[in-house]
């Protein structure tokens, strides 16, 4: 290649005046114009480059101010692109060598220069230097960058580019600090490839993040290989880096969208955009298209979207719908298609132009849904309507103000008036004068666009009379959603008790509350192990009912593996730790092998701090899980598809702002887009139901990487208030950060929830009415019954002969039956919380001997025994003398009850280290294994009905057993049939007196 005929400069770097002149004349006799320069000093050669332009320079590696191959290395750094051409003494050629693996051009020994050889290096030289300079030009346009590690010195060259890309300055970076800004998940790969390339492997060829000074991550694609010396060794690393990152992100999107669109549960096409017959050609279809028409996508591509058409197609519709493409309209439409098979389909769609970079028209995308079911559901409204009329229940409409506007039949049977007398009057005549009250919370209920479900009250009859009624109101909108009135339906319940009332209307609010849902119920014994599903089981987990078991082992064997533990850890924690609510997510394994995710709720339930019950909801979250990961793994939402998402969406900048908000989200709550861009939930928040500073907090905590929960209390903008449950998660939205908010209604399931807390509260209200019952009573029966046992008792001194034995059967009875009414009052006592104890240290020898002495004269009338045996030292507990007493007597009278031979024995032994024990042993006809575990229940006996051999209530060993817990202390039975039976009470015991106590039953 032929050098410029411009003057060409050379600087001369030579401090020998003899090297100078050789190396000057050869240059003087060369053909090319050259201008030289020459410098003795290294010092005074950087500054010359400091204000001049040279070509070339030749540089003696001795110096007065600089020696060997630093001296080449500080030339390159002040020569900046200018190529450096090294001079060498006759025994020097390996350190020539050296300096061109050190960045010179070429090398000259002194003592070969001539005309030909320095024209040669020269021409070389500059033509090289001027190839590099272009070289890094296009690099820099290409954005491409290099770089040069020198393994034996430890130098590292980077380009302006490399740095540029890396974000550093000009100063000098180590390979660790480059190595620290290596993301931390791809620097193994990086040294690996590394190490590849220094033991002649291959080259280097990796992507890595980096991260810069300003805290920016970028993604760069380095290339590179090792140099080798004559004996094998690497001495050199070089390469190119490459900033990819947003080649990564449009990858990374294109792959998000492709996902996206394949894994839509709408039907997607995507036609070309040609509209002459036979029309636009199918490009592209997704699964869901195939799954709603029958047709695989072998099958349509290529064809006109008119194969899906039939009789039933509004051909009409398909002219606007043509129109429309022909503008380049967004179109939306309904009308009947067909599938495969050739059954029909409504479908509702929407067809939107895609343009290119010019604005032409490339394509059309549509999306389409399956919409029949819905129709369906409107026929039915219709001929709903049309049953109203002949219902038996009063169905009316009024005003806001109460004004009657429609009656039907069933009203005028209900209240007797007829639609002429009626309409165009107040509600209020129908209202009895006590119930006035009721009419402004109805209608307050309705203006808040509350519905009133299945009220019981009392309204009034034309003639008068009252009704018993069950009422649901509900608001009647317009067309623009406004409240302009309600609904009643009222049905006549006087002739139901109250209670099955009650159960059937909860049975009605619940069902309907599971159907709008979508919910499955469960119910799990504990004690059992039982486990009972609602009806729609089946079709959450995709069995047939003859498939699921019952039990809690045979849900688990449904539960995906990966959620196993995490599930079964959730639910014993529950148990041990004695919560109320837990709540869990995870995957089943359905027989069709798709994943499906289950949320499930519920409610414990305790007796004596035992779990017993369990019951809740499960409900299907696939959709809205599938709904979470496509917003969290995508960086630009695919508009379409996020628009048609049926459930409410928002997207919140890091300080809670809605950046974005899709329609269903709208529709909840009724604004506008423009209205909430920019706000934040205290918008949307109900006054004095929320923590709204707390709300703003999970969704700092989201924006962290936590994900979040939360029920919260909204407002729509017509001002109607209803609960639902928030999913807060980390996404990206275009590029950025955000925090995505998943909102599901959950009126329904508060509802539910309402009335299990509600049917509780009644059941334990009945048992406090009957608690408070029998103590009421109790004086009304002991009265005449303390008179009979008395007077029965005077007439036993005064009447001899036959009669004597009718006086004596009445004392007997009386006395019997105030028994059983002091032993129901007593547990009734016990169990209201109403019996007071005194513990207080109590000799327990002397109230035994009391007691066992009160019982000698029944033990001798049945020819047993009745035998003590203590301690030699004074026994002491803590306790109360009248409740141990009370405990004593029950059980010597079982004891006396049920011994017909052999004898009794009552025993006071220590117990541990701080118990005493008082043992009754008889040898009586014993307890079966059975009913040992009932022994102790109220109102239960071994033998039962007529025909049982032994008298008794049932409630002796339940009181006694309250009795002896109430004084800290426990009691247990060992028996065996016809063999006798051994009851222990063990008490507190105590040696000294210390300060009186009072416990109280119940606390």
Known sequence: ?????????????????????????????????????????????????????????????????????????????????????????????????????????????????????????????????????????????????????????????????????????????????????????????????????????????????????????????????????????????????????????????????????????????????????????????????????????????????????????????????????????????????????????????SITPVRDDAGTITHFVSVQRDVTERRVAEEHRARLAAIVESTDDAIFSKTLDGIITSWNAGAERLYGYTADEIIGQSVLQLFPPERREEFDQIVASVRAGEPVKQQETVRAHKDGSRLEVALTVSPIRDRKEAIVGASVIARDISAQKAMERAHRLSEARLQLALEAAEMVTWDWDVVTGTLHYSENVYGLFELAPDELGDTLEDFLALVHPDDLDTVAERIWTTLKEGLQDFEYEYRTRPPSGKERWVWTRGRVFYEAGRPVRAIGTSFDITARKQAEQALQDSEASYRNLFESVREAIFIHDRAGRFIDVNPSALDMYGYEKDELQGQTPALLAAPG????????????????????????????????????????????????????????????????????????????????????????????????????????????????????????????????????????????????????????????????????QSFAKEADRKGITLETAFPSEPTYALTDEGAFTRVLTNLLSNAIKFTAEGGIVVRLTSHDDDQVAVQVEDTGVGISTAFLPHLFDEFKQESEGNSRAFEGTGLGLSITKRLVELMEGTITVDSAKDEGSTFTVCLPSTSTAPARRTMQAGS
């Open 1 to 349: 290649m032929e050098l410029t005929t411009d003057t060409l400069t050379v600087l001369l770097v030579e401090d020998d005046d003899v090297d100078a002149e050789a190396a000057m004349r050869p240059l003087r006799r060369m053909d090319s114009a050259f201008t030289v320069v020459r410098e003795r000093r290294l010092e005074d050669a950087c500054a010359y480059l400091e204000t001049a332009r040279v070509d070339l320079v030749l540089l003696d590696l001795g110096l007065p101010d600089s020696q060997g191959l630093a001296t080449l290395d500080r030339m390159r750094a002040c020569a900046g692109h200018v190529p450096v051409a090294v001079l060498t003494g006759r025994q020097d050629e390996a350190l020539g060598m050296e300096a061109i693996r050190h960045g010179a051009q070429d090398y000259l020994t002194k003592h070969e220069l001539t005309p030909r050889l320095l024209a040669r290096v020269v021409r070389y030289a500059i033509e090289r230097g001027r190839s590099q300079e272009r070289l890094a030009r296009a690099q820099r346009i290409a954005g491409l960058g290099n770089w040069e590690h020198d393994l034996r010195r430890g130098d590292i060259y980077w380009s302006e580019q490399t740095l540029r890309i890396f974000g550093w300055g000009d100063q000098p970076i180590s390979y660790d600090a480059f190595m620290a800004a290596v993301h931390p998940d791809d620097r193994a790969e990086l040294r690996r490839q590394r190490e590849r390339a220094l033991t002649g492997e291959g080259p280097i060829d990796a992507r890595y993040r980096f991260r810069r000074p300003d805290g920016t991550v970028c993604v760069v694609h380095q290339q590179g290989e090792a140099e080798f010396d004559e004996h094998g060794r690497p001495w050199c690393l070089s390469g190119t880096v490459l900033d990819i990152t947003e080649q990564v992100a449009r990858e990374e999107k294109l792959q998000l969208l492709a996902t996206s669109v394949a894994e839509s549960q709408d039907a997607i096409i995507i036609t070309d955009a040609d509209l002459e017959r036979p029309g636009p050609r199918i490009v592209f279809v997704n699964e869901a298209f195939t799954r709603m028409t029958g047709y695989t996508a072998e099958e349509v591509v290529g064809q006109s979207p008119r194969l899906l058409q039939g009789p039933e197609t509004d051909f009409a519709m398909l002219d606007r719908l043509k129109g429309a493409l022909r503008r380049g309209e967004t179109f939306e439409g309904e009308t009947t298609n067909y599938r495969k098979d050739g059954t029909p389909y409504v479908v509702e769609w």
């Open 689 to 852: 139901k929320n923590d709204v500073e707390e709300a703003m907090a999970d969704i700092q905590r989201a924006f962290a990487g936590e994900p979040q929960r939360l029920e919260w209390w909204g407002r729509r903008k017509s001002g109607e208030v209803f609960p639902h449950e928030v999913l807060l998660s980390k996404g990206h939205y275009f590029g950025e950060d955000v925090v995505i908010a998943t909102v599901r209604d959950i009126t329904a399931q508060k509802e539910y929830e309402q009335a299990l807390i509600e049917a509780k509260e009644s059941a334990e209200e009945m048992n406090r009415l009957k608690s408070t019952f029998l103590a009421n009573m109790s004086h009304e029966i002991r009265t005449p019954l303390t008179s009979i046992i008395g007077f029965a008792e005077l007439l036993d001194e005064e009447i001899e002969g036959p009669q004597n034995e009718f006086v004596d059967l009445i004392a007997r009875g009386g006395r019997r039956l105030l028994v059983t009414l002091n032993s129901v009052l007593d547990l009734s006592r016990l169990e209201s919380g109403e019996m007071t104890i005194e513990r207080r240290p109590l000799r327990l020898q002397p109230v035994v001997e009391q007691v066992v």
